[in-house]
Nanobody, 117 residues
Framework: QVQLQELGPGLVKPSQTLSLTCTVSGVSITTGQYWWHWIRQPPGKGLEWLGDINAGGAAAYGPSLKSRTSISRDTSRNQFSLQLTSVTPEDTAVYYC?????????WGQGILVTVSS
């Protein structure tokens, strides 16, 4: 079974870069027909798709944060990562990594990241 777990700091200061890593088990992130996503949910708001990276390593980003978002991967560790630059308190949210693939999709448990000085 595919499992995902988000790792990273729970507190980031304004203007800094938010960096999160998703560790994947149960399938290689280079397996075809899988996409690896980052999604967030600010307090009291809906889900926002930040972007994804596919099995071939190509990344795509949501329009609203595209200029500040970067998704990369480390195939040797079976991980993919999110970087969000120049954060503000409005970037406070629960951040999720997820996959969509032949097995129907799985999500990590999520990690709360607070942007505050």
């Amino acid at each position: 079974q595919v499992q995902l777990q988000e790792l990273g700091p729970g507190l980031v200061k304004p203007s800094q870069t938010l960096s999160l890593t998703c560790t994947v088990s149960g399938v290689s992130i280079t397996t075809g027909q899988y996409w690896w996503h980052w999604i967030r949910q600010p307090p009291g708001k809906g889900l926002e798709w930040l972007g994804d990276i596919n099995a071939g390593g190509a990344a795509a980003y949501g329009p609203s944060l595209k200029s500040r978002t970067s998704i990369s991967r480390d195939t040797s560790r079976n991980q993919f990562s999110l970087q969000l630059t120049s954060v503000t308190p409005e970037d406070t949210a629960v951040y999720y990594c997820a996959e969509t693939g032949p097995g129907g999709g799985h999500w990590g448990q999520g990690i709360l990241v607070t942007v505050s000085s």
